[in-house]
């Protein structure tokens, strides 16, 4: 399987940005999709943004829209999130994953990282 580890996370100011990093072990041929996930104390999982590993066509939650940018650089293996005009809403310790289909749905993601926190201070 293939080894993700996120970075990045950190505490800032509600309207402050943070850049979140994914580095794969190694580009798997199976995985066609990078997906960011987060989850908040005491809330289920729940889908952020996700990209394709050839290709691009970006996903994003409505709650994100507007303000988080998903992009990846597959020479590096290594997806990124760029989090503007953060909430305090957006606090939660965020995941990335890898799946080999087209889906928001984490049930369909094989392989995650250990996740990194994001705390957004009003």
């Known amino acids: 399987q293939v080894q993700l580890v996120e970075s990045g996370g950190g505490s800032v100011q509600e309207g402050g940005s943070l850049r979140l990093s994914c580095v794969a072990s190694?580009?798997?041929?199976?995985?066609?999709?990078y997906g960011w996930f987060r989850q908040a104390p005491g809330k289920e999982r729940e889908f952020v943004a996700l990209i394709r590993v050839r290709g691009s066509s970006p996903f994003y939650a409505d709650s994100v829209k507007g303000r988080f940018t998903i992009s990846r650089d597959n020479p590096k293996n290594t997806v990124y999130l760029q989090m503007n005009s953060l909430k305090a809403e957006d606090t939660a310790v965020y995941y990335c994953?890898?799946?080999?289909?087209?889906?928001?749905?984490?049930?369909?993601?094989?392989?995650w990282g250990q996740g990194t926190q994001v705390t957004v201070v009003s």
């Open positions: 190694a580009r798997s041929s199976s995985s066609t999709v």
């Open positions: 994953a890898l799946a080999s289909q087209y889906t928001s749905n984490l049930r369909e993601y094989d392989s």
